[in-house]
Each structure stands twice: as structure tokens, then as C-alpha cells.
């Protein structure tokens, strides 16, 4: 038992699917077979919510239909919006979003319908309110007046302009767009495994990507990207960061933005997002963060991180994209669940396609065969 068993289940397989692959060694994502730097290229989110729910690229017709099945879902109900005034000053966006998943089930017109049907539709709807809920908290946490849902306006210029109550302009909103495909699906990564693990109890929808939100949040995972930031406002500047990642791994610490269990070369979403945070910095006039992130790129491999298979991921530009595109930074964490909520959601259905109880065991390392004494004796 004792070899079988691997710490936080590295390499172990869980369950095939035909959502994502990854090739770790090549630095290969393929999302339903397609190259993620082709979809980053060409497809909108939109788009890629659909190639990944129902396993093909859409035909215009289709995409049309979706898109705009999408844009008639993002208004949150308005009882909803009234329970978000009394907790959206309290809690972290992540876990206002967290709960307002939960809330959504009261909201539900299919109720308890557990239909495939039921679920794609369920599915359709959570991705459609995720920006608005993020936007509203936001809007509700500062003390300003909600912006509504514009359905002339795509999926992520939408929700830039719910947020800042501004129409985006065409290269912010691709920016974030493109933000959105690259976080889109990562196979089994720690919230989705969540995710399918509570589907595969039979419990519902929101029950699973409630699971997910509460998974993703950690800085080893969703938190990474502002994790980041707060590193590199403690680095202050590129010439100190050669002697803070000194500092750091002398100490064993870990340089947040860096590392995967699965990728063991560059990360295949690297390249584009670190683009990105160029244009971004560029626009806004501001590249000190992605200044510092290039030379923190060379200083990790200089110090040797590369060749124990230790490079950077997504989450390492992501950070430094919001910060010039105006994103507040306390929605760094909800950002990557707009994106990963398509990903979510299509495992969550093929979970149930294909369902059997997720049940794994442990090693007992516990004492066995004592005797109990009664409390008055102990
Ligand atoms: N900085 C320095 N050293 C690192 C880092 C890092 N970021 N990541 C891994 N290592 C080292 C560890 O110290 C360890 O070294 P050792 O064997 O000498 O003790 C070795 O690499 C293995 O590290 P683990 O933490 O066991 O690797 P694991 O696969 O469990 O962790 C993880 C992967 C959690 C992503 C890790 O690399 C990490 O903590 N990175 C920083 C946080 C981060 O960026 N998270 C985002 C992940 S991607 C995403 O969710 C989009």
C-alpha cells in the first residue's frame, strides 16, 4: 500500500476525460484538442466556453446563438442583489462569489431537474453571472451604483464596463478576453478536481463549483496571481530583484508566479501573457512590473531553477495584465474563476456523464487497538 500511495496525488491518474491535455514535458494545452496558442490567437471567450461544454468549435450560427444565450443570462435576481448589499462590505470577492453560487440555487426555475439538459442550461447561466457578480460586489463594496448588464456588449467587454461603469476600449476588453481563454480549463487541477469530486457524490451543480470557488482560492493556486504583486511591491524595483530571489530560496521560501506540479518546462501560456503584460504596461505607460518579471525570469534560471524543472506560470504575468488594465487588485483572485468556471463546468457535466463515487483511501499511520478507558479514569 505504502508505494502506492504519493503525496498530494502527483502523477496519479483519476479519471480519463476528454476535456484537456496537457503535456507537462513539451509544455503542450490542448483544450478538446485544440492548441491553446491557436485558440489565444483566434478565439474569443465566447467561443472557447462552448468548444469546451460542448466539445467542438462552433459553427457562426451556433456561436451567435450561444453568445447571445449568454448575454440574456448575466442579470443576477434582484432579491440576490439585495442579500449582496448586507455581505459584499464583509467579505473577500472570492468569497462573495462563493456564496452567491450558493445563493443562486433558490433562483433556479428547473429546481431539482438533474437532466443533462438541466445542467447545461445550469452550467450556461453561472458562467453568464460570474462577471456580474464580481462587478456588483465590487460596486456594492465601494459604495457606488451598479452598472447593469449591456447585452450589445461581449462577455469580457461587459464586464469591464459593469466594473468601471465606462465603456472599455476594444484593446482592453481583447486583453481581458484573452485572459479569460488562457484560465479558461487546466485538466485536473486542484479546483476542478474539487469540483468533480463533489459531482461525483450526485450533488448538484452549484454544490460543485461552490466546491471549486472555495479551492481555487489558495495562494498555491488561484491566489497566485496577487500573491505576485504583493511580491513585487515588496521587491520595489528590477535591481533588487536579483537579491530578493537570492534571499528567498537561501531561506527555502517559494517565488510566487513559479513552479507546477504538471509543467516541467515553460509553461505554453507564458508566452502570450507575458505579451500581454507588455501591451498592457505599455498602454498605461507603466512597465515596472513587467520590467522586474523579466529579470526575475532570468534570475530563477540563473540560480539554477530551470534545470530542476522549475518555471514560470500563467500567474506570474497575470498580475502585472490587471494592474494596468485599472483591475482592482482585491479582484485578482475572482478574475481567474471567470475564466476557469467554463473549464469547471465542463467537467462538472462529464463527471455526471460518466459518474462513479470519487473515493480514494489512505495510509493509516494512526495507533490501532487501544483500550478505551472511561472518562473518569483517564
Ligand atoms: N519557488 C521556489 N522553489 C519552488 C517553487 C517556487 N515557486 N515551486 C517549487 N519549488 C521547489 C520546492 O521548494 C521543492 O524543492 P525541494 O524538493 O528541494 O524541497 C520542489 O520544487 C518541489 O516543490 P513542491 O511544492 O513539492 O511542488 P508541487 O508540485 O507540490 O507544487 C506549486 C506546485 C504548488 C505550484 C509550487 O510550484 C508553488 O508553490 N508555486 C508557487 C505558487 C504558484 O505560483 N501557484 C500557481 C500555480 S499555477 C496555477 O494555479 C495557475
Known amino acids: 500500500m505504502k508505494e502506492r500511495f504519493k503525496k498530494g496525488l502527483e502523477d496519479v491518474v483519476a479519471s480519463e476525460s476528454s476535456v484537456c491535455f496537457i503535456d507537462g514535458k513539451k509544455g503542450q494545452l490542448l483544450y478538446r484538442g485544440y492548441d491553446i496558442r491557436d485558440l489565444a490567437e483566434h478565439s474569443a471567450y465566447e467561443e472557447v466556453a462552448y468548444l469546451l461544454l460542448f466539445g467542438k468549435l462552433p459553427g457562426r ?21 439585495d442579500i449582496m448589499g448586507h455581505f459584499c462590505r464583509k467579505l473577500l470577492p472570492i468569497d462573495a462569489l462563493r456564496s452567491c453560487v450558493s445563493l443562486l440555487k433558490c433562483y433556479d426555475p428547473a429546481g431539482n431537474d438533474r437532466s443533462m439538459e438541466a445542467n ?23 459604495e457606488l451604483k451598479i452598472v447593469h448588464p449591456d447585452k450589445r456588449l461581449g462577455h469580457a467587454e461587459n464586464f469591464l464596463y459593469m466594473l468601471s461603469g465606462k465603456k472599455p476600449d476594444k484593446l482592453d476588453a481583447r486583453m481581458t478576453d484573452l485572459d479569460m481563454v488562457l484560465h479558461a480549463e487546466h485538466e485536473f487541477n486542484a479546483s476542478t478536481f474539487a469540483a468533480r469530486v463533489t459531482a461525483s457524490t450526485l450533488s448538484d451543480m452549484y454544490a460543485a463549483i461552490t466546491t471549486a470557488i472555495g479551492t481555487l482560492e489558495g495562494p498555491l493556486h488561484g491566489g497566485a496571481a496577487s500573491a505576485v504583486v504583493r511580491m513585487l511591491d515588496d521587491i520595489g524595483n ?52 513587467y520590467k522586474m518579471l523579466v529579470k526575475l525570469e532570468d534570475v530563477i534560471k540563473k540560480a539554477g531553477l530551470n534545470k530542476k524543472g522549475i518555471y514560470p506560470n500563467v500567474d506570474l504575468y497575470t498580475g502585472a495584465v490587471y494592474k494596468n488594465l485599472g483591475i482592482p487588485e482585491v479582484l485578482f483572485d475572482p ?39 472511561p472518562i473518569g479514569k483517564r
Not at 120 to 134: C, H, Q
Not at 361 to 373: A, S, W
Request: net charge positive.
Open 61 to 81: 450560427k451556433e456561436l451567435g446563438s450561444f453568445s447571445n444565450e449568454l448575454a440574456g443570462c448575466r442579470e443576477l435576481p434582484e432579491r440576490l442583489v
Open 120 to 142: 447545461i442550461t445550469r452550467g450556461v447561466d453561472l458562467i453568464a453571472k460570474f462577471p456580474t457578480i464580481v462587478a456588483y460586489y465590487y460596486r456594492i463594496n465601494q
Open 238 to 289: 528590477e535591481r533588487n530583484v536579483e537579491g530578493y530571489i537570492t534571499k528567498t530560496l537561501e531561506s527555502h521560501g517559494k517565488i510566487m508566479g513559479v513552479g507546477h506540479r504538471i509543467y516541467k518546462t515553460l509553461d505554453p501560456r507564458v508566452a502570450k501573457i507575458r505579451e500581454l503584460a507588455r501591451q498592457a504596461g505599455e498602454r498605461k505607460g507603466d512597465l515596472r512590473y
Open 335 to 373: 478574475m481567474f474563476a471567470l475564466g476557469r468556471i467554463a473549464g469547471w463546468v465542463a467537467h462538472v457535466l462529464e463527471q455526471y456523464g460518466d459518474n462513479r463515487l470519487i473515493r480514494p483511501v489512505t495510509v493509516y499511520t494512526g495507533k490501532k487497538n487501544l483500550r478505551y478507558i
